[in-house]
């Protein structure tokens, strides 16, 4: 099969090509998914899950990738819940090779159904993004009906998702980022967008949850705007600083069958809004990874087609 190959952590991205890789077998409890469309994150080359398995040995070349929709074409020992020939998305392991490639095994319980309606670049979009988001809010941030919620990089990938569902769970959302961003926000359902740019953080003011994928000095000021008893939650690192009366929490974000399922419905729905920027070809996939224009929306990859 051809897959996208990094040969080695020093290479970075400028060292990823299109190779030919063997296939991939299903263990137990596996399933092996024809890739459709795949979704990346351009960070992931830095990650240490890219280049060592669960026992922390190296795994290179490796892979990368971790969003996947496509049709499942065989199933380990033991597995159950999915059939060959069914459509799904959701998430690859982090310490196992990716999905931009032809052909991916993955552990079941990672996948949901993927309804027929739903196109594979917009499922594939979903799974990280959704996840964190749903994630982020309710798992850890325990965001309730009349809290008050300050997104950070709100019209990005995974806070464009938090303002649509924090306001459609009765929030009061304060979304930030730059100044190109504003109408965005303010469309997503955000009732107030402050400008990092040219305004100053401080005044948004106290919120019951700041939600960060920022990190840095963002991150460390977000403290002292958290209300007594609320949370500062970030994806971006773990925080140095922590609200006074407050928790702190950093996560990754974890797979979850059902979720996937609930943000599918959603978006079927018309209840939330997944923004597909460039969709590129597999042949493609490495130059995404390099440092270019800002193209709204998440890049997907179509790695076959029906």
């Excluded at 009906?145 to 009765?170: C, F, M, N």
Aim: charged letters at 25%; aromatic letters at 6%.
């Amino acid at each position: 099969m051809r897959a996208i190959v990094a040969p080695d952590r020093e290479s970075g991205a400028e060292g990823l090509a299109l190779t030919d890789r063997p296939h991939p077998h299903a263990a137990e409890n596996d399933v092996v998914v024809r890739v459709r469309a795949a979704g990346f994150t351009p960070g992931e080359l830095d990650w240490p899950g890219t280049w060592t398995d669960r026992a922390g040995r190296d795994r290179t070349p490796s892979v990368p990738g971790h969003e996947l929709a496509g049709v499942v074409t065989d199933l380990g020992y033991g597995t159950t819940g999915l059939t060959v020939g069914q459509r799904v998305f959701g998430l690859a392991d982090w310490t196992r090779d990716g999905t931009l490639a032809e052909y991916v095994a993955v552990e079941a319980r990672n996948l949901a159904p993927l309804p027929a309606d739903l196109d594979y670049p917009v499922a594939a979009a979903l799974p990280i993004s959704g996840l964190t988001a749903w994630q982020a809010l309710f798992d850890h941030g325990r965001l309730a009906t009349g809290q008050t919620v300050l997104i950070h990089g709100a019209a990005g990938g995974v806070g464009s998702l938090a303002v649509q569902l924090a306001r459609e769970a009765g929030a009061y959302v304060i979304g930030t980022g730059r100044a190109r961003d504003r109408s965005r926000v303010l469309s997503l359902g955000a009732q107030e967008f402050l400008d990092l740019e040219s305004e100053r953080l401080e005044d948004a003011g106290e919120a019951d949850l700041v939600f960060d994928v920022l990190g840095g000095s963002i991150l460390e000021r977000s403290a002292a705007l958290v209300r007594a008893g609320g949370t500062l939650v970030t994806i971006a690192q773990p925080p140095t600083v922590r609200p006074r009366d407050g928790r702190a929490v950093f996560f990754v974000v974890e797979p979850d069958r059902g979720r996937l399922s609930d943000l599918a419905a959603r978006v079927r729905d018309g209840r939330l809004e997944v923004t597909v920027g460039e969709v590129l070809p597999l042949e493609e996939a490495a130059g995404a990874f390099l440092p270019g224009k800002r193209v709204p929306g998440k890049t997907i990859i179509r790695v076959t087609e029906d």
